[in-house]
């Protein structure tokens, strides 16, 4: 099963096959595919939190889902297996960590733009052993996430990876303890949620878009944004700090 609850402006969606290990066969993926649908058109959600219940965030595909051939590989190039994986979303993603995150658990996470780990946190690409390929972005995010050598080590490897070790080298962002991932993510997204939303979106899409341009291009599609933001809000922003708020770097005052 999967739930969806908003908290606020923050959506919550829970993982929740714990026979599997939250593990994602086709219908799953199918209705995480229609919850990231729903949650794109829904204008009053601007963050959304993926996690798992049951103290696991996602074991990856299901294996005897793949033994039994229920995964369609013919839309392969098409659609990524677990959902939604090749999307742009237009608002932030944050994935909190309880436990395993491993194979294509690892790649929802990876889809994400933030990783909150708990101390349980285990990463990898434990399909090494099975001859199952990284298909829902694993091989591209990873290394523009950590570095080519970092992600080959724990592609080639399948290695696991603890919490600490994955924050040494950014693929987590922060570490909490453990059973507290869902609680500091959703904070962390009404955070998100409370500051200007027009120039936090464009200086995110701005980072996403630039990937593919090269340098002068990027700067001018930074600047693109940037004037977008301009208009819409900089100056009431500035007027607020002049005025006294935010002073010492308050985020309390915005």
Not at 215 to 222: G, K, S
Request: one cysteine or more; a negative charge; proline letters at 4%.
């Amino acid at each position: 099963m999967l739930h969806a609850e908003t908290d606020g402006p923050v959506c919550v969606l829970t993982l929740d096959r714990p026979a599997a290990k939250n593990a994602i066969d086709p219908e799953q993926a199918e209705r995480l595919t229609d919850a990231f649908r729903a949650i794109e058109r829904d204008e009053s959600i601007r963050v959304t939190v993926l996690t798992g219940a049951g103290g696991t965030f996602c074991a990856g595909a299901d294996l005897k889902a793949v033994a039994q051939d229920q995964f369609d590989w013919t839309a392969l190039l098409q659609e990524g297996p677990l959902g939604p994986t090749r999307w742009h979303f237009t608002k932030p993603v944050i994935a909190a960590i309880e436990g395993y995150c491993v194979a294509g658990g690892l790649e929802l996470a990876l889809m994400c733009d933030l990783r909150i780990a708990s101390e349980t946190a285990i990463f990898g690409t434990f399909e090494r052993r099975w001859g199952v390929p990284l298909v829902d972005g694993g091989t591209v995010r990873l290394p523009r996430l950590i570095g080519q050598s970092r992600a080959l080590d724990m592609i080639l490897t399948g290695r696991a990876v603890a919490a600490d070790e994955a924050l040494s080298f950014g693929l987590a962002n922060r570490v909490v303890p453990a059973g507290s991932a869902r609680e500091s993510a959703v904070a962390l997204g009404k955070d998100l949620a409370g500051f200007p939303q027009t120039c936090m979106l464009n200086d995110r899409a701005s980072v996403m878009e630039q990937w593919s341009l090269p340098m002068d291009a990027a700067l001018q599609n930074e600047a693109g944004h940037g004037m977008d933001s301009i208009s819409h809000g900089t100056k009431e922003g500035a007027l607020k700090f002049a005025k006294g708020a935010g002073r010492g770097g308050n985020f309390d005052e915005h």
